[in-house]
């Protein structure tokens, strides 16, 4: 099944339950100062869920553009995570609840007449206490309870923490639904989150059901493409696998999937789609929020290209790949990827003017380290990297950790506060809180373990 199938059957078969299809939110919804971009397919409803907008319709789908900076670090490792991806949503204002989406999701994936999958290959998790999901699994579905596994709330419960511990707002458990690899591993392809409380105050009681619940549900899109068509990871599915081809060409280099090359040609495809989509809406590559982030995707892609040998621009022709590969439900990439290709050019150009001197320093500064056995690239020397050759400190981080190096991100911040005094320029700017601010602080606590890590979500090894 193409992908483009998928979409659309997903969305026919909702839309047979009285779902209302609605087009996907904008990738970058300046509308919503809590976001940097679209994370999932509840985004754009956050104020049905709370009741807040006069409801015209109580059940929706969509297939929604997303892109999560939180899984920068996955791509190319992981055989299913991208930055950006679709995301399939099926969503109830206060309308059907837990049973029917159940059983939907059953339905739509193993009826005949959808998906088709063998029931056998699928088990779900449910929160802990969540006996009510627990038993409709188990006697409406049929699963044996072998194959429903309760899960404590740092999987299966929204958001993630103990349901009297989190923040105030609606919140409720979820039920994910994996997929049985051939390798003998599982990938999450749906999650199904069932907002039922909204928390208020202290615990213990701190728990209010809320009058009418709500269903968010998210499905992977390329995801659960590489299920139907039975390859080995997302790239390979026939709405991406063109792309990675293109790159490879462009940058005359094999795909050998399990090479570091793959690994390579995986991440300037994704991020060549992501900096297509984010460029299409005008975000252009910049100093801070989503332009950053686009930036660094683009400065990330370009590393890899100049560690396959590359000395020129060859980005921005991954451009009508990308639109040729998406032009079904984003036909009007097209309209604009003339603009989009100069503006990925330019950004390279300017990476590529400094990048040799950048990468020299960076290895000379390796190789004192490992003579001087330190551990922690000094903050004063990422700074210098930064503002002289452009190396955006997480690219910097990145190269330090597959070293086994730890990056001083307080001394990088003070050297660059430093910076902007005597330069006079607003520096300081890029660390003003916000979901970047967190995702460095993240990043800063997440000790790397190296490729060789085995985790839950099938490493490419
Ligand atoms: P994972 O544990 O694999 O990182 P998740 O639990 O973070 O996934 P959810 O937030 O539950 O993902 O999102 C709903 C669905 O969207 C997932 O079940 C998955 O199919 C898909 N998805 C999530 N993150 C990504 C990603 N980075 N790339 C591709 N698909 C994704
Ligand atoms: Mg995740
Ligand atoms: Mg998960
Ligand atoms: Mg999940």
């Not at 087009?23 to 754009?44: E, H, I, K, R, Y």
């Not at 020299?360 to 690239?377: G, P, T």
């Amino acid at each position: 099944m193409k992908t483009d199938e998928l979409r659309e059957k997903y969305l026919a078969f909702f839309e047979s339950k009285g779902c209302v299809r609605k087009p996907s939110d904008v990738l970058v919804p300046t509308w919503d100062p809590s976001v940097l971009f679209t994370p999932a397919g509840m985004n754009q409803f956050k104020d049905h869920f709370l009741g807040k907008v006069k409801l015209e319709f109580t059940r929706a789908a969509t297939c929604q553009k997303c892109l999560r900076t939180g899984d920068i670090d996955n791509v190319g490792r992981t055989a299913f995570h991208h930055t950006f991806f679709e995301m399939l949503g099926n969503f109830s204002f206060g309308d059907y609840f837990k049973e029917d989406a159940i059983r939907w999701a059953w339905e739509f994936l193993t009826d005949k007449k959808w998906l088709n999958i063998p029931g056998e290959r699928l088990s779900v998790t449910v929160y802990k206490d969540d006996d009510e999901a627990f038993n409709l699994w188990k006697d409406k579905v049929g699963l044996p309870e072998s194959r429903i596994v309760r899960m404590d709330e740092d999987e299966n419960f929204w958001p993630a923490s103990a349901p009297s511990q989190g923040p105030d707002g609606v919140c409720g458990p979820c039920s994910e639904v994996y997929y049985h690899l051939d390798d003998g591993s599982d990938v999450e392809i749906w999650n199904l989150v069932f907002t039922q409380f909204n928390r208020v105050g202290e615990p213990p009681e701190n728990l209010n059901p809320l009058p009418s619940k709500n269903i968010d549900t998210g499905m992977g899109l390329e995801r659960t493409a590489s299920v139907m068509q039975g390859v080995p990871t997302n790239f390979h599915i026939d709405s991406l696998f063109p792309i990675v081809e293109a790159a490879s060409e462009v940058c005359g280099v094999k795909y050998d999937y399990l090479s570091d090359n793959g690994r390579r040609l995986r991440r300037i495809t994704d991020h060549a789609r992501a900096s297509v989509f984010a460029i299409h809406e005008n975000v252009y590559p910049g100093p801070k929020d989503a332009k950053y982030v686009i930036k660094r995707l683009i400065r990330r892609a370009v590393l890899d290209g100049y560690q396959m040998d590359l000395r020129e621009p060859f980005l921005y022709k991954l451009v009508e790949a990308v639109a040729e590969a998406s032009k079904v439900a984003y036909p009007e990439l097209s309209e604009t990827s003339e603009r989009v290709a100069q503006v990925i050019k330019s950004e390279e150009n300017a990476f590529f003017g400094t990048i040799d001197g950048g990468m020299k320093r960076i290895e000379q500064l390796f190789e004192q380290m490992r003579d001087e056995s330190s551990v922690m690239v000094p903050g004063a020397e990422a700074a210098v990297l930064n503002t002289t050759y452009g190396v955006p400190p997480e690219l910097l981080q990145t190269l330090s950790a597959e070293q086994n190096f730890t990056f001083d991100w307080a001394g990088y911040r003070e050297a660059m506060d430093e910076h902007a005094l005597v330069s006079g320029a607003g520096q300081r700017e890029l660390f003003q809180t916000g979901p970047l601010e967190t995702l460095k602080e993240a990043l800063r606590e997440t000790p790397f373990v190296g490729y060789e890590e085995t985790q839950s979500q099938a490493i490419i090894k």
